[in-house]
């Protein structure tokens, strides 16, 4: 079953063409692992399967739901029902504890009893290391504690699918490793999930699949001990060996 297809997306920005012709499928529980240099187009194509960022050519179907760039806005909601996403920054809301913003969503959008939605979202918490800090607001937590509290928000609302963008980079080093735990943890639990990040060990290990990009194109699309040990382009070489700790 495929969850998350692109067919011949491309995107641009005024003049600027950030991406080209992207074509793949991702198969439901598969993990893909976005990663090339910086400015390659692999935030923006994350951001396409979402829509926070309106493709201009092309077709994205997320769990059977076609989306042209001329969908209207209540195809753009039930798309988002569908997927969830954890960014850079945390974005939690600031007024609410932990519990109150992974449970916000369920109750807000799906209608979900307040009671369920906190048996829900303790549920989550407990997932992700945080019960004991159920209570407390996004400012009493560490930056890896509230990334953990964002993954558990997305959670919540029961996606098809998970997407990662760079969801460490925002880290000190030492909260680096727990996020990443509960992502892995997440893999391994079966979740759909695209996953932008600069963690090339992360990536080798985590990823079914290794999409390398460059210039908002595809340049390699491997499983993952292929396109670490011998990526089948120069570009790929060049990318690893500055990428890689020597």
């Not at 809301?93 to 449970?103: C, D, E, T």
């Not at 499983?223 to 990428?243: D, W």
């Amino acid at each position: 079953m495929t969850v998350v297809s692109f067919q011949n997306v491309s995107k641009s920005f005024g003049e600027r063409q950030v991406l080209t012709d992207i074509t793949f499928d991702v198969p439901k529980g598969e993990v893909v692992s976005l990663i090339g240099p910086s400015g390659a187009g692999k935030s923006t194509l994350l951001r396409c399967v979402n829509q926070l960022d309106r493709h201009t050519a092309g077709s994205i179907s997320v769990a059977g739901q076609s989306i042209s760039p001329s969908c209207r806005q209540r195809d753009l909601i039930q798309l988002r029902q569908h997927v969830g996403m954890v960014f850079q920054s945390f974005n939690l809301w600031p007024h609410l504890s932990a519990i109150g913003n992974v449970m916000e969503g369920p109750v807000t959008v799906l209608g979900t009893p307040r009671a369920q939605a906190r048996e829900q979202a303790a549920a989550l918490l407990e997932q992700v290391g945080l019960s004991a800090h159920a209570s407390k607001y996004p400012g009493q937590l560490s930056g890896g504690q509230q990334q953990r509290v964002a993954i558990a928000r997305a959670l919540a609302m029961q996606p098809k699918v998970m997407l990662f963008d760079e969801a460490t980079s925002a880290l000190d080093p030492e909260m680096v490793q727990e996020v990443l735990g509960v992502m892995e943890k997440l893999a391994e639990s079966g979740m759909t999930m695209l996953v932008v990040t600069h963690e090339m060990a992360f990536a080798r290990r985590i990823g079914h699949r290794v999409i390398f990009m460059v210039d908002g194109q595809i340049v390699e699309d491997e499983r993952p001990e292929t396109f670490f040990s011998a990526p089948a382009t120069e570009r790929g070489r060049t990318f690893l060996s500055r990428a890689l700790p020597t």
